[in-house]
């Protein structure tokens, strides 16, 4: 089986400009949540959906924003890109409501310049 | 406020050289603790979940212990491919299901 995949793994923008990141999770996950990690730090959490719904959100702007699809997968939007934007950006899928394990995907590094 | 703290930062192993690593926690309500290991320019890589105070947990040469503050990782007779950052992450009751907060990591670096 296929573990999470995201696309596209690079990146390059310019600021202001907006990004759409995307998550396949695990064949019969529900559960994708995004985070955001900068060199040398741990993952931030940006957002989980479970069954199409937001159901939980970190302390990011509004300019990101994320929705789950029919078939589970899923997008990350930013607009108005900023330098401090740049990172990694991980996509985790779980198979149930729960805080049993997540799988991560390999990320997207994002380059604003 | 919670708080995930890993130590040391960064640790240099010979071959062979068991040492442990440390994930102190204080949070309101613990969920579950998982330990990842990250590659350079990877996703963390699941390793394991422990739920209560004096569950461990093992595979190959690591084994993972946590008590009611602290998650230890020990790493036995460690070979080169075990150089990575391992990471703890926490789940909190009070917290969406899908949120993980992470330390910032150990880089485990085992030279032959």
């Known amino acids: 089986d296929a573990g999470v995949t995201q696309s596209p793994t690079h990146l390059i923008k310019t600021r202001g400009q907006h990004v759409t990141l995307r998550c396949s999770p695990i064949?019969?996950?529900?559960?994708v949540s995004w985070y955001q990690q900068v060199l040398g730090q741990g993952p931030q959490f940006i957002f989980q959906y479970y069954e199409k719904e937001e159901r939980g959100r970190g302390n990011f702007p509004d300019r990101f924003s994320a929705r789950q699809f029919p078939n589970y997968s899923s997008e990350l939007n930013v607009n108005a890109l900023l330098l401090g934007d740049s990172a990694l950006y991980l996509c985790?899928?779980?198979?149930?409501?729960?805080?049993?394990?997540?799988?991560f995907g390999q990320g997207t590094r994002l380059t604003v310049v | 406020e919670d708080q995930v703290t890993q130590s040391p930062e960064a640790l240099r192993l010979q071959e062979g050289e068991s040492s442990s690593l440390n994930c102190s926690y204080t949070v309101s309500g613990l969920r579950g603790l998982f330990w990842y290991r990250q590659d350079p320019g990877k996703g963390p890589e699941f390793l394991f979940t422990l739920y209560s105070a004096g569950e461990e947990k093992e595979k190959e040469r690591l084994k993972a212990t946590l008590t009611k503050k602290e998650s230890f990782l020990h790493i036995t007779a460690p070979k080169p491919e075990d150089s990575a950052t391992y990471l703890c992450a926490v789940g909190v009751k009070r917290d969406s299901w899908g949120k993980l907060q992470f330390g910032a990591g150990t880089q485990v670096v085992v030279t032959p």
């Open positions: 985790a899928s779980s198979g149930r409501q729960g805080n049993t394990e997540a799988f």
């Open positions: 064949s019969g996950h529900k559960s």
